[in-house]
């Protein structure tokens, strides 16, 4: 058994998301796999992607894994990354697709003619670092060290407890065109600007999942991979 699984279905840069993960916690097995026994069998799954969502969705069909993340987000840690967030929603504006529908909502695109405070047109897609300014409400989750986790520092009262450590408005990689409008506002667990705020990080129950790439975030993306390898749902 591997203590986490990085779920393959051949969208994304799987290999740095591994590495991240390692080195938060260096005696943790990880797994990048597209065995579905595998990743039922995993302690935790991690579920990156990039790329077109009908590609994704197909791929992941093709490869046989669809109910193996989906007995995996309600069953055990998990933490979705980028369209790995996205494809946990009920239908993307791109390609006009269904997700897998384990979140209630819609991933839809900005807007063509995109503009900042002083006018400047922004470029679509959102690519490069933005501040996260999460939303405080009640943690459903308690952390407790693992082997090579290392310790952890107390985060703002009534953040999820995947914000440990994390600073309020803390800067993370951001590439993307869509976001996601969940329906439902209390799985809602962090907003960034562009210009207009948008949902950057879910939550409910055991399943964590955010836009930006942690992997990619320097050490406040570590530190919240690292509080997710500590994770201990409710």
Not at 171 to 196: G, L, M, N
Request: glycine share 10%.
């Amino acid at each position: 058994m591997v203590d986490i699984a990085v779920v393959d279905y051949g969208m994304g840069n799987l290999r740095s998301v591994q590495q991240a993960l390692r080195k938060v916690a260096p005696n943790t097995s990880v797994s990048v796999t597209d065995d579905a026994k595998i990743i039922a069998g995993a302690k935790r799954v991690v579920f990156p992607g990039q790329g077109a969502m009908p590609d994704c969705m197909r791929e992941l069909d093709a490869r046989g894994l669809r109910q193996a993340v989906l007995d995996a987000a309600q069953n055990k840690p998990f933490f979705g990354i980028c369209i790995g967030l996205q494809m946990l929603f009920d239908h993307s504006a791109e390609g006009d697709v269904p997700g897998l529908g384990i979140l209630s909502g819609e991933v839809v695109r900005f807007a063509s003619e995109l503009k900042d405070a002083q006018g400047n047109k922004l470029k679509v897609p959102h690519m490069g670092w933005n501040r996260v300014q999460r939303i405080n409400q009640p943690p459903q989750a308690t952390i407790t060290p693992s082997s090579g986790g290392g310790g952890l520092g107390s985060g703002s009262i009534g953040a999820h407890i995947l914000w440990n450590g994390i600073d309020q408005n803390s800067r993370f990689y951001f590439v993307h065109s869509y976001y996601v409008r969940p329906h439902d506002e209390s799985v809602v667990q962090a907003t960034s600007d562009y210009p207009q705020p948008f949902v950057c990080a879910v939550a409910r129950d055991n399943l964590f999942a955010v836009q930006f790439h942690p992997e990619k975030s320097a050490a406040a993306g570590l530190r919240l991979l690292q509080n997710f390898v500590n994770w201990n749902p409710v």
